[in-house]
């Protein structure tokens, strides 16, 4: 096992997508795909995390605070010595996160902003008050090198929520241990809607991130689907 693996945080993936694998429509509006119980499943995992991560599209296009809306949770949090919410991170290369952006400001924790070389000074300036700035070589975020960072920080458990750049990123570095997807029962369309894992994808099959099923249930009105992601496919997935 490399130093990489016994460092990095265990990484999970959680999403809602619609019955044709779309993350929201094609303008990147914000969708209701899954119902009360699937947002209580994704508030439990958000508990049980020492840090959840998204990516600067996600922020512009939904804005989200990503804090644990459960009281009994944050108490439970609080009892164990933990902080009442998780690190909040944001994977920006070229620093865009809005200095009034919800997760910057919304309960209290720390937050990090993970940048590129390549982010101009004064925007990484203006959010130098509200986070902890993280930068990683190259003109894009280095996931690996970023997880490594997280891990030296005490972060062991690591929740994804998107967006599907972000997510196919860490699945192409082999950095993602787990992945839970809510199926909700709509149908959204569209061939410039965001997906699970957008990007340029894979063209060989022995690219393919391969998975090994670990539970179904159903789930409101749709179905939640959790998988492992198969060690031996990936490098630096375990």
């Known amino acids: 096992m490399s130093r990489k693996e016994r460092i990095r945080p265990f990484v999970l993936v959680n999403v809602a997508v619609s ?3 779309k993350l929201s429509t ?32 996600t922020v512009l296009a939904d804005n989200p605070s990503l804090t644990i809306k459960s009281a009994e949770r944050i108490q439970e949090r609080l009892s164990q010595g933990r902080p009442e919410h998780p690190v909040r991170v944001v994977v920006d290369s070229l620093a865009r996160t809005p200095p009034d952006a919800k997760i910057l400001h919304k309960g209290p924790g720390q937050r990090i902003i993970v940048v590129s070389e390549n982010a101009p000074p004064s925007r990484i300036e203006g959010l130098r008050p509200l986070a902890t700035i993280i930068t990683t070589p190259g003109d894009r975020v280095d996931l690996a090198f970023l997880l490594e960072e997280l891990g030296k920080q005490g972060i062991r458990r690591l929740m994804v ?29 569209g061939e410039n809607a965001p997906t699970l894992a957008d990007g340029e994808g894979w063209i060989r099959e022995e690219e393919f991130t391969r998975l090994d099923l670990a539970g179904v249930q159903t789930l409101d009105e749709g179905v939640l689907i959790s998988w492992n992601v198969r060690r031996d496919t990936r490098t630096g997935s375990g």
């Open 19 to 21: 019955a044709d694998g």
């Open 26 to 57: 094609r303008e990147r509006r914000q969708v209701k795909i899954s119902g009360p119980d699937d947002f209580d499943r994704g508030d439990i995992i958000k508990s049980g995390a020492d840090a959840i991560m998204v990516g600067i599209g």
């Open 161 to 189: 929520e998107g967006g599907g750049r972000l997510i196919s990123s860490l699945f192409a570095a082999g950095l993602v241990d787990q992945l839970s997807m809510f199926i909700g029962n709509m149908i959204i369309g």
